[in-house]
């Protein structure tokens, strides 16, 4: 039999271990599930679910992938890969792949057992040998190649007055908006110069820049080929 853990964690960082269960899934909470069958740590961001918490959330959650969920004398869940499923993205295949195995993952037969921790019990899952071995399709940014060269800067259409200029700049920043749903945003000015920088809540770190009429755009080094794609699609339909 193999472990699994469910662990909600809060704002501040606090983890309180749950049973195990689909419904557990819901939109106001953040959950990792330490799987041992399948390696992975799988990391549920409910879309009620503000920024901040999100972001340190998440952070504990990778934190368990470097050193591990303490199930009593034992340590488990260290090198674990990190699938994200944002319940704001479950249009996206490869989040809605990953999300359907986990339900699979969830709704197996499993013996319950209550084991004593340094910081209090913890609830633990006991797959049977009939449990489904779910495959795992990463979404985790961090996992992807490292030494992907940085992408260049990418001009936009330059455009002839300050208003459609303006609309352009507005334009991109909902794009990038509509398809990560919450980040992070810093905004700089000086002179005729603008700076906007994006970052989302998977990590990614994007940054936009008009100058004299010029706009131009820089993703992350490691943004996936699907995100460009989203976003040069949301681009399209904001110019109707």
């Known amino acids: 039999m193999t472990r699994l853990v469910m662990l909600e964690i809060g704002g501040l960082g606090f983890v309180r271990s749950i049973r195990p269960g689909a419904k557990k899934l819901r939109g106001d909470v953040c959950v990792a599930v330490v799987d041992e069958q399948n390696n992975a740590l799988w990391f549920w961001m409910g879309s009620g679910v503000q ?19 303490r199930i009593g004398d034992e340590t488990f869940g260290r090198g674990y890969s990190l699938i994200l499923l944002d319940q704001d993205s479950l249009e996206d295949p490869t989040t809605s792949n990953n999300y359907n195995n986990l339900i699979a993952l969830l709704e197996s ?39 992907a060269p940085q992408e260049p800067a990418t001009p936009i259409k330059p455009t ?25 945003i810093e905004y700089r000015s000086k002179g005729d110069t603008e700076e906007v920088s994006i970052e989302s809540i ?26 460009k794609q989203l976003v040069a699609q949301e681009l399209k339909n904001l110019a109707g």
Do not use: C
Request: avoid cysteine; charge should be positive.
């Open 202 to 227: 998977d990590g990614l770190t994007h940054k936009m820049k008009r100058s004299k009429g010029k706009l131009t755009f820089k993703w992350d080094s490691k943004t996936p080929k699907e995100y």
């Open 160 to 184: 002839s007055t300050k208003k459609a200029t303006k609309l352009d700049f507005e334009a991109a920043l909902m794009a990038i908006i509509r398809v990560h749903h919450q980040v992070h």
């Open 109 to 147: 037969p499993m013996e319950i057992s209550i084991v004593p921790n340094p910081k209090g019990t913890l609830i633990v899952g006991l797959l049977q040998g009939t449990a489904p071995s779910a495959p795992v399709l990463t979404s985790d940014p961090a996992a992807a190649e490292t030494t």
């Open 51 to 69: 920024y901040d918490k999100r972001r340190t959330a998440k952070a504990k959650a990778e934190q368990i992938t470097t050193e591990g969920q």
